[in-house]
């Protein structure tokens, strides 16, 4: 087993605070009450903004309003998806506030307004959320439809959302008389932000008359973190939807600087051109931006996930007992290699029990909280590839007779355009009922949100992930598990080429060259190395807990994370003596 040496010296070092960062993303995972998210993606932003007030840093963030949510997912028993609307009561959470400020929208002039939402930190330190809103009465009714729904509509719609959020948002920082100097993309959708900026840096000048000087204005102040490994991911307009909506001269202006690709106008390349810093969210997906994008240096920082967020009741209390300044530092959690085994499969059992509670109390179904029990929970979307587990159902079913019985819990959205997302639940449900008897269960729980995603990662003894490479980015839910010192079995893709320790975090699920060969690898991974080791007993497996927890747990959070934005991305000569980053803040 490698050497894992105990953390005992605490190593806070105050992080410069030489300007406010406004952070932009289309969806934010704020408060389980508030379905101002959709998945991965929103629940980084939260993680992030979490941690980023923990530390005590700078910051403002702007999304969309998205009244009336994403959708709630309804699922019949054959496994066809539905959806419903999410309406919330925004007073209830948010707090309005008095500026309006107006985009041009296909020529019509849109009024927006803000409300602001208080993310607070451990120390008391608070992040303010401005989530804009077109809902009010000086708006046309269609106009005032724009921030209802996260992801609806068709690609007219998102243009327009993006320019409320983008340029809206730069003009509501103005109006609310917030002093920015970075500003941070998270993913394209916010990409007009630079736009705004340059138009200020132009003083309403026309934009044919943009100069290097200008651009380079607006590139100091610009990171843009890329979340998306497949180039169809990346939000593109056709050129006559970006004059219709956006505006000849701007389009023309942005044509004319390289942000357009293939004949369309690319949020992507808009955020490249105009940002100082850009990021891939894992090391791996760094090398794949690199290569979609050779023109432009790509850095790469690994996500992670708010620790204090993600970890059970049961393990919160147990690191409160025995690891001091988890909370504060992360790192600390190495420490968990030195917490006494009994405890951490005490705590495990107790997740285990609240979540099969769960499922009972959603599906009237009792499993046993003595059998291996495997979980697959993300975005329905093909590439994830849900259904490999299925290859060869005959397998997995001998597996589960020799393990003493298998369960496998899945949850996951699919959007509700992607009907290929929403096939891959049609089969897995159907599947699912042919094969399940005494020694499988197979259960598909709906409607997978903040709340049920917490008692997944939390309860499971396994994390199974199957993505197709290289199309994982990062992927954060098994980075949860691990905190709960759950293990994953996973592709080598994203976060896990870094996480896996073979059999001291979990299992690597070998490359091969097709589907059907990495679900050959896969059951032999399953059936060779987890459930033999499983079957051990409780203190075999306790011990791939601990280790989980000290090796993952305590580098794959947000904690860790915001750091790494502070000194490489908002403030790279933080990396200076103090007193020096002074001297250069002052001499601008």
């Known amino acids: 087993m490698p050497k894992i040496a105990a953390f005992k010296t605490p190593s806070y070092e105050p992080l410069p605070h030489n300007g406010v960062v406004a952070y932009f993303s289309m969806e934010i995972a704020i408060n389980p009450g508030m379905p101002t998210y959709s998945g991965g993606l929103g629940v980084l932003a939260g993680d992030t903004l979490r941690s980023a007030a923990d530390l005590n840093t700078p910051l403002v963030a702007f999304s969309l309003l998205h009244r009336k949510g994403y959708f709630r997912q309804h699922l019949d028993e054959h496994g066809i998806?539905?959806?419903?609307?999410?309406?919330?009561?925004?007073?209830?959470?948010?707090?309005?506030?008095?500026?309006r400020i107006t985009v041009n929208i296909e020529d019509r002039i849109v009024t927006v307004r803000a409300w602001r939402y208080e993310m607070v930190g451990r120390s008391g330190h608070v992040i303010p959320i401005y989530l804009l809103d077109t809902d009010i009465p000086e708006n046309s009714p269609w106009d005032r439809t724009l921030t209802d729904h996260l992801y609806g509509g068709d690609s007219n719609y998102r243009l327009q959302q993006e320019i409320v959020l983008g340029m809206g948002g730069v003009r509501m920082l103005h109006a609310l008389g917030q002093r920015v100097n970075v500003y941070h993309m998270n993913e394209g959708h916010a990409a007009f932000l630079t736009l705004a900026l340059l138009e200020s840096q132009l003083g309403g000048g026309p934009l044919n008359r943009v100069s290097p000087v200008d651009i380079e204005a607006v590139r100091k102040q610009c990171v843009f973190t890329t979340h998306t490994p497949v180039p169809a991911g990346h939000d593109r307009f056709s050129i006559e939807q970006s004059i219709r909506i956006l505006g000849g001269e701007r389009t023309a202006r942005l044509e004319s600087l390289g942000c357009c690709h293939e004949g369309m106008l690319n949020m992507t390349y808009v955020a490249l051109r105009f940002s100082r810093y850009c990021n891939g969210v894992a090391l791996q997906h760094g090398?794949?931006?690199?290569?979609?994008?050779?023109?432009?240096?790509?850095?790469?920082?690994?996500n992670g996930v708010h620790a204090p967020t993600w970890v059970s009741p049961q393990f919160q209390d147990l690191f409160d007992r025995s690891i001091d300044h988890w909370r504060r530092d992360n790192l600390f959690l190495r420490n968990a290699i030195e917490v006494p085994l009994e405890e951490v499969i005490r705590a495990h059992a107790q997740a285990k029990e609240t979540l099969l509670a769960e499922v009972a109390s959603r599906t009237g179904l009792v499993l046993n909280p003595k059998v291996l029990t495997l979980g697959f929970a993300r975005r329905a979307a093909t590439y994830k590839r849900a259904d490999l587990l299925f290859t060869h159902p005959e397998r997995l079913v001998e597996i589960a007779k020799a393990a003493g019985g298998l369960q496998i819990l899945y949850a996951g959205k699919a959007h509700p355009q992607d009907f290929p997302g929403k096939e891959i639940i049609h089969q897995v449900i159907e599947k699912a009922h042919e094969i399940s008897g005494a020694d499988l269960r197979i259960v598909?729980?709906?409607?997978?949100?903040?709340?049920?995603?917490?008692?997944?990662?939390a309860g499971v003894d396994v994390w199974v992930n199957t993505p197709r490479r290289p199309y994982e980015a990062s992927g954060t839910s098994g980075m949860k598990a691990?905190?709960?010192?759950?293990?994953?079995?996973?592709?080598?893709?994203?976060?896990w080429i870094e996480g896996c320790l073979e059999g001291f975090t979990g299992w690597a699920i070998e490359d091969g060259a097709d589907d059907i060969a990495e679900a050959d690898n896969l059951y032999a991974k399953l059936e060779n190395s987890v459930v033999a080791l499983y079957n051990r007993g409780a203190e075999a497996w306790g011990k791939l807990m601990r280790t989980t927890i000290a090796y993952n747990g305590s580098f794959f959070n947000t904690n860790r994370m915001v750091k790494q934005y502070i000194r490489n991305a908002y403030y790279p000569m933080s990396l200076l003596?103090?007193?020096e980053v002074e001297e250069e803040v002052a001499a601008k």
């Open 577 to 579: 003596p103090l007193s």
């Open 444 to 457: 598909y729980l709906e409607n997978y949100d903040w709340d049920l995603g917490a008692l997944l990662t």
């Open 482 to 495: 691990a905190l709960n010192g759950v293990p994953s079995l996973s592709i080598l893709d994203g976060w």
């Open 287 to 302: 090398n794949v931006s690199r290569a979609m994008f050779p023109e432009y240096r790509v850095d790469a920082i690994t």
């Open 81 to 99: 998806q539905t959806e419903d609307i999410q309406p919330w009561v925004v007073e209830d959470f948010c707090t309005e506030e008095t500026p």
